[in-house]
């Protein structure tokens, strides 16, 4: 009689690979709900990457996010992180960054949760260069609740809520942290992810407000209802439109149908921070 073929076991991928970030993410809550194609992954590595590389554990930061898609990062990362309201992650950080100012404080949300009801906590806070670092995932809609047009979408796109296509003039988000007094301004595209971790590297050990914008598709909504394709056709065409210009006045850093896309590191200007300023009122009131 042949002899029986013995099937060889097979690993489970869940517990037989370890991440190489393991120590920053709670593997328990992995697997992600990030859709296939979607950036957000990949803006997650690049944080944890970047935190590796600058030698920061959860003794040395705290995150914060909002709501929606990119909300959902601080729920997997194995650190000092807070879930908070839509549109109230800059106004949380803003305490925390006060309250324990030997952390450095990280803000990770979406274009809506940050620049639509939470517009006017972040100018407030890169006015006073609130000492935090924003990274802002760009995915030009709210992709969690249905994929409404937001203060992101380019003129002419559409949303569940523009059917028709926006004609609501959009941010341009380097622009406005630059105007509003962010010390450190950027932008990529979740394509380029060594910059990324990079541009991350940087905001962090800038003192004071710090900005980062990753452009990222969102195959689900709005790259379907766009007909721009998958996860892998939006990548393609950042690899083909993607200019980078590094100190380039943010100013003409708007996106849209038909326009590159400007990428680089637009500001690095340190000024002193909210916390420097006011512990120097202080020392001069208590010299009187």
Known sequence: ???????????????????????YLRMDRLPHIWCSGCGL????????????????TDADLGVVSGIGCTGRAAGYLNL????????????????????RPEKKVVVISGDGDLFAIGGNHFIHAARRNINMTVLCVNNFNYGMTGGQFGPTTP?????????????????NLPYLAASS??????????????????????????PGFSFVEI??????????????????????????????????????ADLGPGKEITVGCFVDEP????????NELVVKKNQF
């Open 1 to 23: 009689m042949p002899a029986k073929s013995r099937a060889l076991p097979t690993p489970d991928l869940l517990t037989d690979v370890r991440h190489p970030m393991e120590k």
């Open 41 to 56: 992954g990949t803006a997650l590595s690049c944080f944890t990457y970047a935190l590796d590389e600058l030698g920061l």
């Open 80 to 99: 000092d992180s807070y879930h908070t309201t839509h549109g109230r992650a800059i106004a949380f950080a803003t305490g925390l960054a006060l309250a």
């Open 155 to 171: 003129i002419g796109q559409k949303g569940t809520t523009a059917p028709y296509g926006n004609f609501e003039n959009p941010f």
């Open 181 to 206: 007094g962010a010390v450190y301004v950027a932008r990529w595209t979740s394509l380029d992810a060594r910059r990324v971790k990079e541009a991350m590297m940087e905001a962090i050990q800038r």
């Open 215 to 252: 452009i990222s598709p969102c195959p689900t909504n709005y790259g379907r209802r766009n007909r721009i394709g998958d996860g892998l056709d939006e990548l393609r065409y950042y690899q083909e439109n993607t200019v980078i210009r590094h100190g380039s006045d943010p100013k003409h």
């Open 271 to 278: 000024r002193p921070t909210y916390l420097e300023l006011y």
